[in-house]
């Protein structure tokens, strides 16, 4: 009897760190997987170097999407998906996360008649004015099993009705990343380059999203609150290229307020689990300071992991560049112990997902 073949669709970088230890998993079981790379980041910097480093196979079909609104983006993966599926035909389609890919592929193989696996299933804002929300609750009417990484995630599923036999709880697949590639991860070369010594406090930021970036006004007042942290406790922070682009010439003069470009996940998590504070607005990170018991600021109004919040370290403040300079000064200002890792996140969820997709 022929193996099952998969085909695992990725578009994006928090898709990459997820699907890693799935084929892994997978391979394990004798079936025949491909993967898709839509293109979505064509950045190779936030691309290429994430394969390496999570030592992703070379994709053996890239789309080649780029950049585009996020109807353009969505269109042209379903076009070119459809030709790939009809041309392997595989038994199931493993799509992950919220990004435009996810729910770009979920579609097209639902029209095609391809199962559909959804990892990282039943997470809510509560906001639909975040593409992500609107990506998630699409694709997860489509799929045929819905993995979720907390119970929270089967909570919200249940209630909007879905059927409890294709949910399956089995953790957080980003923390099968982490855990195995934490022993290699190391920040120490980027604080040298900074002047940063061994052990020395600092807050790490991120900041991407269109609420915190794309007003340049709002964008500026929030570098200012930076700026003025840094002259108490440095800030690095990696500048994704969406927010490169609204800085634009826009001058930042704190010394100790230092802009790099993006980094490789093996860079950021060593910078990230030795951080004082990481201020974001990134989904991810919420995850991953949870597991590594790292206080998060969270720049946004909600959050569709609020597990990081009653069980982790995660603090929602919202966007106000007053309320970010407050929580900072709170957070330097307390003992910065506790949180726990929610149950499951222990590095195993690939392996309940490969049980579960190859039966």
């Known amino acids: 009897m022929q193996s099952k073949q998969f085909l695992h669709v990725v578009g994006a970088r928090p898709n990459f760190m997820k699907a890693a230890p799935v084929l892994r998993a997978l391979s394990r079981y004798g079936v025949r997987q491909s993967l898709v790379h839509t293109g979505q980041h064509y950045d190779a910097r936030m691309s290429d170097a994430f394969f390496r480093e ?214 950021f998590l060593g910078l990230q689990r030795h951080a004082t504070l990481v201020v974001t607005d990134s989904g991810g990170i919420q995850e991953e300071t949870t597991f590594l018991g790292v206080p998060c600021l969270t720049v946004r109004d909600n959050t569709e992991r609020p597990i990081t919040v009653t069980h982790g370290t995660n603090r929602l403040i919202g966007r106000s560049p007053q309320r970010l300079q407050l929580a900072i000064q709170q957070v330097l200002d307390s003992d910065r112990s506790g949180g726990t890792a929610p149950p499951l996140w222990d590095g195993h969820a690939s392996d309940r997902i490969a049980a579960v997709l190859s039966t």
């Open 54 to 267: 999570l030592e992703l196979p070379e994709p053996d079909i890239n789309l080649g999407v780029g950049s585009g609104s996020h109807t353009e983006q969505t269109a042209q993966v379903m076009v070119g998906l459809e030709r790939v599926l009809h041309e392997h035909r595989p038994d199931i389609v493993v799509v992950y996360g919220d990004v435009n890919s996810t729910v770009a592929a979920a579609l097209v193989s639902a029209q095609v008649g391809v199962p559909v696996a959804h990892v990282e299933a039943g997470l809510r804002s509560r906001d639909r004015s975040m593409p992500e929300e609107i990506n998630r609750m699409i694709t997860d009417r489509i799929a045929d099993w819905l993995l979720t990484p907390s119970a929270d995630a089967d909570e919200n599923l249940r209630a909007e009705g879905v059927d409890p036999a294709r949910i399956h709880c089995v953790g957080n697949v980003m923390i099968d990343t982490l855990t195995r590639l934490l022993p290699r991860a190391d920040g120490a070369a980027r604080l040298t380059s900074l002047g940063l010594g061994d052990g020395e406090p600092f807050v790490l930021v991120t900041l991407h999203r269109p609420s915190n970036v794309d007003d340049s006004t709002h964008l500026r007042q929030l570098v200012s609150v930076l700026e003025e942290v840094s002259s108490g406790l440095p800030v690095i922070f990696p500048v994704h290229p969406r927010t490169r682009q609204r800085l634009g010439t826009q001058a930042v003069t704190a010394p100790r307020l230092h802009l790099t470009p993006p980094l490789g996940y093996l860079e």
